[in-house]
């Protein structure tokens, strides 16, 4: 499928339809019997925004030389093998008192389901692989929104899709309150590993989540503005779920060279993702048209490991981010040019930049009862070009695609979050507007990377 400009793929799921049969789930339990014991989680674990599902998709091509090897029975054993190291994903989460969740080691498992489509990876773009996937509730298994967190709810569910051409979709929701997607990637580096044949993990996992506990006495150190309480609804276009369009957007490195030439020359040495996100931020914010008044905010999740003093050791796979904000109001950001949105970007970053921010955050978690993130007119994004979902390899090499498998837009609040993966020579944006206000955020960038910035034509 070829690539032309921004807009590769429009309303992918309107125009492509295919039959996908699954087998009735499955609980998937550790190989061999492990540990029955009470695991308590980080202060940065069981904050209230990361208790939601997250979920990663890998589509893999056919290999001549695993011709007559099943992925499924391969990755099921594989799964199982890596549950006896990481046993805690086999159990459940429990809340004790003052809202602390732990985890409770029963052993009980995964959800696993297998299934088979009638279709090859030509029919999801074998070439072009991104969101918005066709039959994507049919290719992968996901939490209902109603069901909570906690009780008898598994930890991770998994499906692994046979298609016709010999490729195959691993498909995985998990459960963010227990790691961020680097903790998640680690886990499914030892699946591939021993699906591989290893007796075990390259890396072994470590729990220890009392590191990232709130100090005592607690000390908030930053002001988190990303917690502020809210006082308001989300301005701009309103529409229900069934008005939503979902696109990607691929940005080349000629567009963002393009982008970057509008910059002044203390912002040229910015990153890629700064500048996408900066540009991402003001196109639908224009588009969504907020009032001018309206309090605007952007946030990124941002990985804190290499700022943590001592070191958290090898093998952690709890949440280590934090979600340093950006704040201004929609008339600012809709009147000034790109170079205003990145700048805030920038400053955000830099603050989260410090081993102290994310103890900061733990405390303040402890201090105020474990506050939300403020989610009114917020732009949430997360970068997962350095996490290597696509090198995940089960023994049919590296994945054609490995990357988040939906963007997300809740209208009633203005909230959109998306995940960046790489693609080609650039990254794939993933965005959930409406109809209208999609119209205008396509216009949007097609001015701002096909002509000479202005703030007239910005």
């Not at 893999?60 to 190291?85: C, H, N, Q, T």
């Not at 006082?231 to 069934?242: P, V």
């Not at 103890?359 to 402890?366: D, E, I, Q, T, Y």
Request: aromatic residues 10%; neutral net charge.
């Amino acid at each position: 499928m070829h690539i032309k400009g921004f807009f590769p793929r429009h309303d992918v799921n309107q125009r492509l339809t295919l039959s996908v049969t699954r087998k009735s789930p499955e609980m998937l339990c550790p190989a061999e019997s492990t540990p029955h014991e009470f695991k308590y989680l980080s202060d940065i674990d069981d904050q209230t925004s990361l208790q939601m599902y997250v979920t990663p998709i890998n589509f893999y091509k056919k290999i001549p030389s695993m011709k007559g090897r099943d992925p499924v029975m391969i990755i099921r054993e594989a799964i199982a093998k890596a549950l006896v190291f990481y046993y805690p994903l086999a159990g459940r989460l429990r809340e004790h008192t003052g809202r602390k969740l732990v985890v409770e080691c029963t052993g009980q498992g995964v959800l696993f389901a297998e299934a088979d489509a009638d279709a090859t990876l030509q029919h999801f773009g074998e070439d072009a692989l991104y969101p918005p996937f066709p039959n994507l509730d049919d290719i992968s298994l996901d939490m209902p929104d109603n069901l909570g967190i906690w009780g008898d709810i598994p930890l991770m569910l998994i499906q692994v899709t046979r298609l016709k051409c010999g490729g195959f979709i691993f498909s995985n929701c998990f459960s963010h309150t227990m790691c961020d997607a680097i903790g998640a990637f680690q886990f499914l580096s030892a699946v591939s590993e021993l699906a591989r044949g290893s007796a075990f993990p390259s890396i072994r996992p470590v729990w220890e989540r009392h590191l990232l506990t709130a100090h005592q006495p607690p000390r908030v150190s930053f002001t988190h503005r990303e917690y502020d309480v809210a006082t308001s609804l989300g301005g701009g276009t309103h529409a229900t779920l069934d008005q939503m369009v979902e696109r990607s957007f691929y940005f080349s490195s000629a567009k963002i060279s393009a982008l970057r030439r509008s910059l002044p020359p203390h912002l040229k040495r910015c990153s890629k993702f700064e500048i996408v996100a900066g540009c991402m931020w003001r196109g639908q914010t224009i588009a969504l048209s907020p009032k001018p008044d309206e309090e605007i905010r952007f946030s990124m999740v941002v990985d804190n490991r290499k700022h943590i003093n001592p070191p958290l050791p090898m093998g952690y796979y709890g949440n280590v981010i934090a979600f340093p904000v950006a704040i201004t109001t929609a008339g600012e950001l809709s009147k000034n040019t790109l170079h205003y949105a990145v700048e805030l970007v920038m400053k955000a970053k830099r603050e989260a930049a410090s081993g102290e921010y994310l103890r900061s955050v733990a405390s303040l978690m402890v201090m105020r009862d474990r506050p939300t993130l403020t989610a009114v007119n917020t732009y949430v994004v997360s970068n997962l070009m350095h996490i290597g979902l696509k090198q995940m390899d089960v023994g049919w090499g590296m994945a054609a695609y490995g990357g988040v498998s939906k963007g997300i837009y809740w209208p009633t609040v203005n909230i959109q979050v998306a995940w960046y993966s790489d693609f080609k020579d650039g990254f794939v944006v993933p965005v959930c507007l409406p109809l209208e206000s999609m119209k205008v955020f396509e216009k949007h960038l097609q001015v701002m990377t096909t002509t000479v910035p202005t703030a007239s034509s910005l």
